[in-house]
């Protein structure tokens, strides 16, 4: 962890103060604006940013200036009073700089968000820019490298009314994405220590030549490694912790030259082990090197006077972190402030959103961008998303406003989806296939692809600021599509708009655009505009608009349509024109377009989008923990390997041999806001739907193991009773995680004793839906063996983290099938070879072995599930086979 | 037996002829580090090769001392190859002062402590010197075998002083480091630990003189031989020292321990068991 920038207690401008850390700038009594306070970690070089939230009782103008100083600004000026200091004022919406505004930029308010940031990695050009809730406001060149440092002003003519506060990576992540690091020290780097069981160096043409790998392994060293997997059902779902590996090496220091490491700790540095030839004449080619293992330091110990102890942890441990998330705001309600906001993974149900502000009526509902809302509840009873006006907006930050002036009742709940930044969710089809927008065409002939229909009018394509068309005088014209349709089911989104309208009776109907279901009169349509005159196909939208003449022209109509059956798609511009002035400008109109929207939820659960196995591991690994995809970058220092989990999901190019292709349509996740939470539970949740683990790979990788039969899979070898050191243990393979019942598509509120007394909405159906932890029931009739048949009853049925039935039906067949036949489980210690790896199978022929059980017979397909006691030091390694 | 003993530590090394490695690979202190295994490598001298092709080491310190025993540890220098050293004095204009024994005359040979190298058993009663030099001929048997520009390494370098030991009936030597552990069906599981000797030996009774009183030679005795060896125990024990080729297969480079000496009937003295672990070359 490197330490964030904090304002500096000792660099603070009479009557400012410090709260909470040293984060928060306030000011104890009446003070004008002439005074700052300086930050800690001036930089003169890379590129830096952080953020600022600015809140209070007392207004801004003339009191708060925020931006970057050097260390000769004084601290009885206002951030660029002075020569040596920039300032964004921000009520003014000004950047100042010795003391008058050098550049007028947009102004904020309370309760945005202020980036400040530097470049100063070009020496000959360093700049300083501003963004307001994550736009860019303004870039300054600096006059030179600095050092520049943070510096805030705040003041007013009551003390404690107004506050900053300052993040640069005290809470977690960014307000807005920034590729720029947060401000912070920066750590010193550890040189790379090379070590050997004996003395070498790489020869002259391995990639780093003549490197020295120094022998200072004490001969007690011992390693104790260890990999394992065990996914449900092998433990109860969403039980027990990684049983990761770990270690020690015990270092010789009597020659000081591990002081540096122990000094530093050296928590988190990479420890790769590698096997390596006999060195010849103290020489050996690195490129022979064998990757053994990795690992992560956990710390450096000095044991005694000349004995350095490194302890070892699975990089899998790097889960066990907190799930790294955006905090609620410090202004936010009491009970949320500087909580973590909650985070939700693919399709979730009934969460409850975090109350943001109940005076703007904003709630939380995730940390970050949420692709699709589905129904959004007061107490079980459903918002409806189409009424006028709309009931709530969600914002572009995961917040969701309730508009209707009343907070909710009972406790609000809402089902969404949330995809990863690299999940596509399908994308919006134009029908129109862009024709509208802009139209193309011959001038004074129709547009292309369109064609006009009776009651035939004059539509002619006119040449303009942009390409339109225009109608002349008529009471009815349609313009035809010759391709689009709209389906039955699908929702649309329509666009329209109108850039001139001229000539209309105004006592009449006036102007109306229609989408229509027939070509030859407005029989089925619903109004962009006006008076609704038919709408058969309600839900329908009009445009609280004024009258066409009461507009500011141009003006955009939006609506959204739901065919109740399939149709072509005919625009309609409805008439009542009274003049023909000659110019023919009764009405232009330069875009329309009609977009079919991706499926969300309002009413069904069906219609919501979980995310497959690859993006939501991809979101907790890469988004949350800092892990990279092993085919992207190999040597990053935390990797990750989606081949298995892309497999499962359908999706691999090219599919892992013997790993099923579930094509599950996804998973869900919440944590909710303020709660505790870590990486390795999150992706817990999603693991044991899949019936999978984690493990690490010999090269430390972070692989994917899941259920698989050994007996339909290679064998790498053969595994005797000669191989073994002492007797191996055979026992019977237990599996305390199955059941023949199931659950899935969780509630993550159930609204027991929540519930609105409604009963038209909230029927008994309903009411038992959301009242339950999980939506769904499910069973499986795959058959077990007896010994496994105990699992039929008395075992609580499972949730499975799946939001589709037949997902979740296929995940219980699935892992039944396994126990379709007698699992036993072989232990013992053998001579270490590379190919004993996680998740090979091989064939274990234990019949010349003693007290071998009589319910085994004949030799069988075995999969290691853990490596334990593996010391590559002694070359010993414990097994641990199931099959 | 003749005991080398206070190896010098604080010697400053220039080389003639070849080149050290780059970076921590050339790094010389390694030469003096206790530690075999640790190399030093150089880079042979580049050019046209004959036998009178050499690369020279030198190490110069402040303090003199009257060397007795020295040897080149764990090097990659070919079997057969000749190696001289030469001592010099305050006063010397260069590196003229012959040290006698083998030191104009061995070549490079295969030691019992897995690596190669050689030990050099020098005259007794010379004078101090406070520098030597090692100048290594591309003469294997007769023949230039060394190739231009070719990586070689030393792993320990080490003039110092000796004393001849009389002691009881033959050293001991142990060898431990050899673990196999067995499976079921008796195959070895080799681990790669290198194996090590372990020489023990009891000095023979000893006058007062001999223990306390300046009686060996050169006005050693053992009392102040245990006092050197307490404060650093890295030795090289040369068991059998009558001529160069035992000398070298009874050479024992490690650490000293068990010092201490027991009274004994008529005014006689032993050294208590003096147990030598050898810190091998491979």
């Given amino acids: 962890m490197t330490t964030p920038t904090l304002f500096a207690a000792a660099q603070l401008g009479t009557s400012l103060a410090l709260e909470r850390g040293d984060t928060v700038l306030t000011y104890t009594t009446s003070a004008d604006i002439n005074r700052c306070c300086r930050c800690t970690e001036p930089k003169d070089s890379g590129r830096w940013r952080a953020e600022f939230y600015l809140w209070g009782d007392a207004a801004i103008a003339n009191a708060v200036s925020i931006g970057v100083v050097k260390s000769t600004h004084p601290l009885t000026n206002y951030v660029g009073g002075h020569a040596d200091g920039y300032g964004y004022r921000v009520a003014e919406g000004q950047i100042h700089n010795n003391g008058s505004s050098i550049a007028g930029v947009t102004a904020g308010a309370k309760k945005q968000i202020i980036e400040v940031s530097v470049d100063l990695t070009d020496a000959g050009d360093p700049i300083a820019q501003w963004r307001l809730d994550g736009v860019v406001i303004h870039t300054q060149d600096l006059p030179d490298t600095g050092p520049w440092m943070l510096a805030v002003t705040v003041s007013g003519s009551t003390g404690y009314d107004l506050f900053v506060m300052i993040s640069s990576g005290q809470r977690g992540k960014a307000e807005y994405e920034s590729p720029l690091p947060w401000w912070t020290a920066v750590r010193t780097a550890m040189p790379m220590l090379r070590i050997a069981e004996r003395g070498f160096i790489s020869s002259a043409d391995s990639s780093t030549p003549l490197a020295r790998y120094r022998g200072l392994l004490r001969e007690d060293s011992r390693l104790s490694l260890r990999r394992s997997v065990r996914a449900w059902p092998m433990r109860q779902p969403n039980a027990g912790g990684f049983s990761g590996g770990g270690g020690s090496l015990r270092l010789a220091s009597s020659d000081r030259s591990l002081d540096a490491l122990v000094n530093a700790g050296g928590s988190g540095a990479r420890v790769r082990l590698l096997r390596v030839p006999d060195p010849v004449d103290g020489v050996v080619d690195m490129a022979e090197a064998v990757a053994v293992d990795e690992l992560i330091l956990d710390r450096a110990e000095a044991i005694d006077d000349n004995t350095v102890e490194l302890v070892l942890s699975d990089p899998i441990s790097v889960l066990e972190a907190a799930l790294s998330r955006r905090l609620a705001p410090p202004y936010a309600a009491e009970a949320s402030a500087d909580q973590p906001l909650p985070v939700s993974i693919g399709a979730v149900r009934s969460i409850t959103p975090m109350l943001i502000s109940s005076a703007d009526r904003k709630f939380a509902l995730h940390d970050d961008d949420v692709t699709g809302l589905g129904t959004v509840r007061d107490g079980g009873f459903p918002y409806n998303p189409l009424a006028d006006p709309t009931p709530y907006e969600l914002n572009t930050r995961g917040e969701l406003i309730i508009i209707e002036l009343a907070l909710p009742t009972y406790l609000l709940t809402a089902d969404l989806h949330v995809a990863t930044v690299d999940y596509a969710p399908p994308a919006v089809v134009d029908i129109l296939d862009g024709d509208g927008d802009p139209f193309a065409g011959t001038i004074d002939a129709v547009p292309t692809n369109f064609t006009t229909a009776a009651p035939a009018g004059d539509v002619k394509l006119i040449s303009g600021g942009r390409t339109r068309w225009r109608q002349d005088t008529g009471i009815e014209t349609f313009l035809l599509h010759d391709t689009a349709e709209c389906e039955a089911g699908k929702k649309y989104?329509?666009?329209?708009?109108?850039?001139?309208?001229?000539?209309?009776?105004?006592?009449?109907?006036?102007?109306?655009?229609?989408?229509?279901?027939?070509?030859?009169?407005?029989?089925?349509?619903?109004?962009?505009?006006?008076?609704?005159?038919?709408?058969?196909?309600?839900?329908?939208?009009?445009?609280?608009?004024?009258?066409?003449?009461?507009?500011?022209?141009?003006?955009?109509?939006?609506?959204?349509?739901?065919?109740?059956?399939?149709?072509?798609?005919?625009?309609?511009?409805?008439?009542?024109?009274?003049?023909?002035?000659?110019?023919?400008?009764?009405?232009?109109?330069?875009?329309?377009?009609?977009?079919?929207?991706?499926?969300?939820?309002?009413?069904?659960?069906?219609?919501?989008?979980?995310?497959?196995?690859?993006?939501?591991?991809?979101?907790?690994?890469?988004?949350?923990?800092?892990?990279?995809?092993?085919?992207?970058?190999?040597?990053?220092?935390?990797?990750?390997?989606?081949?298995?989990?892309?497999?499962?999901?359908?999706?691999?190019?090219?599919?892992?041999?013997?790993?099923?292709?579930?094509?599950?349509?996804?998973?869900?996740?919440?944590?909710?806001?303020?709660?505790?939470?870590?990486?390795?539970?999150?992706?817990?949740?999603?693991?044991?739907?899949?019936?999978?683990?984690?493990?690490?790979?010999?090269?430390?990788?972070?692989?994917?193991?899941?259920?698989?039969?050994?007996?339909?899979?290679?064998?790498?070898?053969?595994?005797?009773?000669?191989?073994?050191?002492?007797?191996?243990?055979?026992?019977?393979?237990?599996?305390?995680?199955?059941?023949?019942?199931?659950?899935?598509?969780?509630?993550?509120?159930?609204?027991?004793?929540?519930?609105?007394?409604?009963?038209?909405?909230?029927?008994?159906?309903?009411?038992?839906?959301?009242?339950?932890?999980?939506?769904?029931?499910?069973?499986?009739?795959?058959?077990?063996?007896?010994?496994?048949?105990?699992?039929?009853?008395?075992?609580?049925?499972?949730?499975?983290?799946?939001?589709?039935?037949?997902?979740?039906?296929?995940?219980?067949?699935?892992?039944?099938?396994?126990?379709?036949?007698?699992?036993?489980?072989?232990?013992?210690?053998?001579?270490?070879?590379?190919?004993?790896?996680?998740?090979?199978?091989?064939?274990?022929?234990?019949?010349?072995?003693?007290?071998?059980?009589?319910?085994?017979?004949?030799?069988?397909?075995?999969?290691?599930?853990?490596?334990?006691?593996?010391?590559?030091?002694?070359?010993?390694?414990?097994?641990?086979?199931?099959? | 037996m003749r005991l080398g003993h206070s190896i010098p530590r604080d010697w400053s090394y220039s080389i003639a002829g070849g080149a050290w490695a780059s970076g921590d690979a050339g790094n010389p202190a390694y030469l003096c580090d206790r530690a075999p295994q640790e190399r030093t490598y150089f880079t042979w001298p580049a050019g046209a090769q004959t036998t009178a092709t050499t690369c020279t080491i030198t190490a110069t310190r402040t303090g003199s001392f009257v060397p007795g025993l020295a040897c080149l540890l764990n090097t990659s220098l070919p079997v057969g190859t000749l190696v001289k050293l030469w001592g010099r004095r305050v006063g010397d204009a260069g590196y003229t002062y012959a040290l006698g024994g083998n030191t104009q005359t061995s070549r490079v040979v295969e030691l019992p402590d897995g690596g190669r190298g050689i030990v050099w058993v020098l005259d007794a009663e010379l004078d101090a010197i406070y520098a030597f030099q090692v100048v290594i001929y591309n003469d294997v048997f007769g023949a230039a075998v060394l190739t231009a520009e070719s990586l070689q390494s030393i792993g320990e370098l080490a003039v110092m002083p000796a004393s001849v030991i009389d002691h009881e009936t033959g050293p001991t030597e142990r060898w431990s480091g050899l673990t196999a552990t067995w499976t079921l069906g008796s195959q070895p599981n080799l681990s790669g630990r290198t194996p090590q000797r372990t020489v023990t030996l009891r000095s023979v009774p000893m006058t007062h003189a001999e223990a306390r009183g300046e009686g060996l030679a050169e006005d050693m005795d053992w009392q102040q031989l245990c006092n050197l060896i307490a404060r650093d125990p890295v030795v090289l024990a040369v068991l059998y020292d009558s001529d160069a080729t035992l000398a070298q297969r009874s050479a024992v480079f490690g650490v000293a321990s068990g010092l201490g000496m027991t009274g004994l009937k008529g005014r006689r003295q032993q050294t208590d068991t003096l147990s030598i672990i050898e810190a091998p070359s491979g």
Avoid at chain 1, 601 to 609: K, L, P, Q, R, W
Wanted: charged letters at 20%; a negative charge.
């Fill in chain 1, 493 to 883: 989104k329509i666009t329209v708009t109108l850039d001139q309208i001229a000539g209309l009776n105004p006592a009449s109907t006036r102007g109306k655009f229609a989408l229509c279901s027939d070509s030859t009169a407005p029989s089925a349509f619903f109004t962009l505009q006006g008076t609704a005159v038919d709408s058969p196909n309600t839900p329908g939208y009009q445009d609280p608009g004024d009258e066409a003449e009461g507009l500011s022209l141009p003006h955009t109509f939006t609506a959204f349509y739901y065919p109740s059956t399939t149709h072509d798609v005919y625009l309609a511009y409805l008439g009542n024109t009274t003049i023909d002035n000659g110019l023919q400008t009764d009405c232009i109109v330069s875009l329309v377009t009609v977009e079919e929207i991706p499926p969300v939820s309002y009413t069904d659960d069906e219609e919501a989008e979980p995310l497959p196995l690859t993006p939501t591991l991809q979101r907790l690994l890469e988004g949350n923990a800092g892990f990279v995809n092993v085919a992207d970058n190999p040597n990053a220092a935390r990797r990750w390997d989606s081949t298995v989990a892309e497999t499962l999901d359908g999706t691999a190019g090219s599919p892992v041999a013997d790993v099923p292709e579930l094509a599950y349509a996804g998973t869900g996740i919440h944590v909710a806001g303020g709660e505790e939470a870590t990486i390795e539970t999150a992706a817990r949740v999603a693991l044991d739907a899949y019936a999978c683990d984690f493990y690490r790979k010999p090269d430390g990788t972070i692989g994917i193991w899941t259920l698989t039969l050994p007996e339909d899979r290679t064998p790498t070898g053969t595994i005797t009773r000669a191989t073994f050191f002492d007797e191996p243990k055979i026992r019977r393979h237990r599996a305390p995680g199955l059941s023949r019942q199931a659950r899935c598509r969780r509630n993550w509120t159930p609204l027991a004793g929540n519930m609105s007394t409604d009963t038209t909405e909230l029927t008994p159906d309903v009411r038992a839906k959301l009242a339950a932890d999980y939506r769904i029931g499910l069973i499986s009739g795959v058959a077990v063996t007896p010994f496994y048949e105990r699992a039929a009853a008395g075992v609580p049925p499972k949730g499975l983290a799946l939001d589709k039935r037949a997902d979740g039906q296929h995940a219980m067949d699935r892992v039944r099938a396994y126990y379709a036949t007698d699992r036993f489980e072989v232990e013992g210690v053998v001579p270490w070879r590379d190919a004993y790896e996680i998740g090979t199978v091989w064939l274990v022929d234990y019949t010349d072995i003693r007290d071998v059980p009589p319910y085994i017979t004949g030799p069988r397909n075995m999969e290691i599930i853990d490596l334990f006691d593996f010391d590559p030091i002694a070359g010993t390694v414990g097994l641990l086979l199931v099959g």
